[in-house]
């Protein structure tokens, strides 16, 4: 390990956003050798070379505070920014209060893809009918293609759960080689199925069960059993950067991003949130965007508006990026979550949404983090039809085709509730 006697402060620090980080994310000029210098010290540095350059996360010493130390970093000649590393978590509702095993899993209760009024409602009420995605007539026209890849950046995916083990990405190359042995070049050993950046190693094995019921909304497969994906027809990659307690590092997110865009991505499903801004992430976001990847984000579930209180991922302002909000089954928006005018994109199903989840279950959950892949499986759709419009484009054309239904109206940038068949009915 490089040492260096520069100490910053090791305590954590809590902003009135509730932003925790661990360390800083420095990002370093082409060609720097800082890090490797003998004159300053570190409890742990981290070197990545990523997409959008040269960074380093410095873990401080404990104890050590130097009052300056953070501002003679900042102005070093061979460093652009320091940021913090800052903490992101999944983005559901309450689980205990939510969720709801369910072993006759079939797809009349899927109400975000088919609301029938008796699906969608509470103990008390009922739903309201259609108010759903269109998913039927959407099917009509393409159910997807083997050919496009949804990178769910979670706490992972099951890969072994008979709903997705037919409907996973694979890295062939690493799938027909040598164990302990970087078959195909890329960096990453074993990486058959994605990577798992909280333990750094290829199996991106969900203990959370967030990430699996994610991939369940995107692409469980259509074959008599168990639930149904927006997508019958996709490759699901997995990348786990959040740990089973469900919280991540803003360095694992990125590392995601870099290996979904790496490894071929069209569509990065991010159910993920809470930190502040970070120019590093925002970085990493427009390389994908430059590559023609989109990047679709849960709003939140603090019931705010997000237009005058930012939320990130879901607040950055690049082209690629689709911020979803969530809507119950009688269409207006769920009670938990996040909205806003100018920076929410769309709303899509997101209460009481049953899935796949780890060990071959379902199970029910409720939030942004559900409406999140409903919008992700529904560019896939997109991709499959117009494998060249760019984000931008794509972004545009969700907006413009969701229904407004009056409940949703005022609250995010498309007036209403995203539509698949709308999507993709002209292309």
Not at 190 to 199: K, M
Not at 229 to 250: Q, Y
Not at 319 to 326: K, L
Request: include cysteine; proline fraction near 3%; charged fraction near 20%.
């Amino acid at each position: 390990m490089k040492l260096m006697t520069l100490a910053l402060s090791a305590a954590l620090s809590t902003t009135a956003f509730a932003a925790d980080f661990n360390g800083y994310i420095v990002k370093l000029k082409e060609g720097s050798s800082l890090m490797s210098q003998k004159s300053m010290s570190f409890d742990k540095i981290d070197e990545y070379k990523g997409l959008a350059g040269h960074f380093a996360v410095v873990r401080p010493f404990a104890g050590l505070v130097a009052s300056n130390a953070l501002e003679e970093l900042r102005n070093h000649p061979e460093v652009e920014y320091v940021e913090p590393n800052y903490i992101y978590s999944i983005n559901p509702t309450t689980v205990s209060n939510v969720v709801e095993s369910v072993k006759d899993a079939s797809f009349d209760k899927q109400w975000g893809l088919k609301n029938t009024g008796r699906n969608s409602g509470g103990w008390f009420s009922s739903g309201k009918e259609g108010e759903d995605i269109n998913a039927e007539k959407a099917w009509e026209i393409t159910k997807g293609s083997r050919e496009v890849i949804v990178a769910v950046i979670d706490t992972g995916v099951d890969h072994s759960h008979q709903d997705l083990r037919t409907q996973m990405w694979t890295n062939d190359k690493e799938l027909n080689g040598i164990e302990g042995v970087d078959d195909d070049g890329n960096g990453f050993v074993d990486d058959v199925y994605g990577y798992d950046f909280v333990n750094n190693d290829g199996d991106p094995m969900d203990d959370n069960a967030h990430g699996t019921h994610c991939a369940g909304v995107i692409g469980a497969a259509h074959d008599g059993e168990g639930v149904m994906g927006v997508m019958a027809n996709v490759r699901i990659m997995g990348l786990k950067f959040l740990s089973a307690r469900g919280s991540g590092e803003t360095i694992g997110a990125i590392k995601s991003i870099d290996y979904a865009v790496q490894m071929g991505a069209h569509v990065l499903s991010n159910s993920w949130g809470g930190g502040e801004k970070s120019q590093a992430l925002k970085e990493s976001i427009e390389r994908a965007n430059e590559k023609g990847i989109i990047f679709v984000a849960a709003a939140g579930n603090s019931r705010s508006d997000n237009d005058a209180r930012p939320t990130y991922p879901a607040n950055y302002k690049v082209d690629n990026v689709i911020t979803v909000g969530s809507h119950a089954g009688k269409g207006k928006r769920s009670s938990f979550s996040n909205y806003g005018q100018e920076t929410v994109h769309v709303f899509a199903p997101g209460s009481n949404i049953l899935s796949t989840v780890p060990n071959g279950g379902y199970k029910k959950m409720s939030g942004t983090s559900m409406a999140t892949p409903f919008v992700a499986g529904m560019m896939g759709l997109l991709r499959t039809k117009a494998p060249n419009m760019s984000p931008a484009q794509a972004r545009d054309l969700v907006i413009r085709t969701s229904v407004d239904n009056g409940s949703l109206r005022g609250i995010s940038e498309s007036n209403g509730r995203v539509d698949a068949f709308n999507l993709v009915k002209d292309l």
